[in-house]
């Protein structure tokens, strides 16, 4: 990979790293709360659908500074897990998976209570008089039945990680090879003087990586589409 | 035995159903669209929880709000047949029917894969998936699906009622052949009579949310009450007969019935087999004297047990006791001349053309096997 500087190695290694793990964490929450708000009904049912959706709306730099304060290692929740487990997100990759993971959820919750909506809720019955329980029929026939939208789902949210700045730079900072992500490193080329040819290829760079996950998502989704039972 | 006593609201409309029926054959739920006959099936497959009741089948207690008991859908061991047939898109046709028999515990699987492939001609199929199938064949594998797992009792809800005519008459001799091979108990809804008549023994009537009348398919298409219920059109009666033998020289086989012998052309059925015979009210004629020198071979004395005299249409239906009730209808006019009244003695002339094939449904005894099951 001689035409790549280590800085770009670095910076799209960090960066498919934290997309990746911002997703591992996100993806079984999301199935869960989309799951929720698609299946449930309950009082206070508005209130968890705007706060999913929050991050959406709010400025990427306030949901930064709130998991700051929360999970910085001074925070609330961050004292009390470094402490008792030594675990610490505070200005580490892992601090970064969590901040663009969550700036991704909103997107990726709503792919997938969208493709539940659709889901033939008398298949899942059918299934239940065949003998399977209420979980055997969310494993055999839901979750199948809903695997193109927690594709799209994910492939969007790693998107959106991929992309992610403000929250990262405000909860984990800007520090070389452990949270200087993608969009990080080109915000610094273009701070310091003669950084353009340098920002200049990172832009290129992010732009073939993101035709990349477009292209496999496409693959994908083909493949799914076919053991679905052939063209739709 | 079935026995189901539910209420159950579904906005201003009133479920309030009880019957008990064995668990013999086939046990027909028949009315109208919207009577709640689909509900009813869905209570029964834990599908829908009504309001209060009891429901035990074949001595096990699937719902006893009462005693907070309700068995889950899963736990009831019960097939259901769907009218769409809600075959699972992503899995083959053979995962389809694999389904259930693979949730089913070795010790209880009584229905055989290879036989029920056998029976319902899907061996071709199985590798398919379902989107590539016609409507009849899905609704084959459904069938098959639902009998795999060995259920207690068949729910089957309008299962041929999104199919055209000629895919129904595809399908009905696969139920036909499921009753008579495997001896499993179903409960069919419809709001066709015709396939009860050809497959049920027991009929339920239901009229908004409650049961009109209930009893064999023979009584209760010969009361005159229930016609508003069971469709005034194709008036007739259902005669339970057994074959007494074949007439090679004419090809005509007769037919024992509880007043007397029909000949009908030749069918296939074995002496002694039961079949049920359904004569069209518009295809008996009338007379006062025994008729000589006629065509119809079938000619039963008989005594109108009931004539409606207030009905003004031009057309009337009698009911004429010949051992069995058989219906008859006749214009108006008719009445009159002849001077008919309850009471009087006729002669009724059957066209033997009239004994329509299709209804015949061959009834084996299905208590003895019905038994072993419970």
Redesign the interface.
Known sequence: MDFLTPIEIEAIILSSRVALWAMVWSLPLAIGVAWVLARCDFPGKSLLDGLVHLPLVLPPVVVGYVLLIGLGRKGVLGGWLFDVFGISFAFSWRGAAIASGLIAFPLVVRAIRLSLEAVDRRLEDAARTLGAGPLGVFFTITLPLIAPGILAGSILGFARSLSEFGATITFVSNIPGETRTLPIALYNFTQVPGGEAAAIRLVVIAIIIAFAALAASEILARRLQSRMGGAS | MISVDIIHRLGSFTLATKFETGTRGITAIFGRSGAGKTSIVNVL???LQPRSGRIEIGGHVLLDTGNRINV?????????V?Q?S?L???YSVRRNLT??ML??PNAERRVDFDDVVGVLGIEALLDR????LSGGERQRVALG??LL?SPNLLLMDEPLASLDASRKQEILPFIERLRDHFHIPMVYVSHDIDEIIRLADTLILIDEGRVAAMGSVEDLTSRLDLRPLTGRYEAGSVIAASVAGHDAEFGLTELAFAGGTFRLPRIDNPVGEKVRVRIRARDVSLALTRPESVSELNVFKGRIMELDHTQSAPQIDIRIDIGVPLWVRITRRAVYELDLREGSEVYTLVKSTSIDRQTLSTQKSAATITEEIY
């Open positions: 497959a834990g599908l889950p859908p899963e736990k009831r061991r019960l097939g259901y769907f769409e809600r699972f898109p992503h389904y259930g949730r089913t998936k379902p989107r590539s699906r639902a797992p």
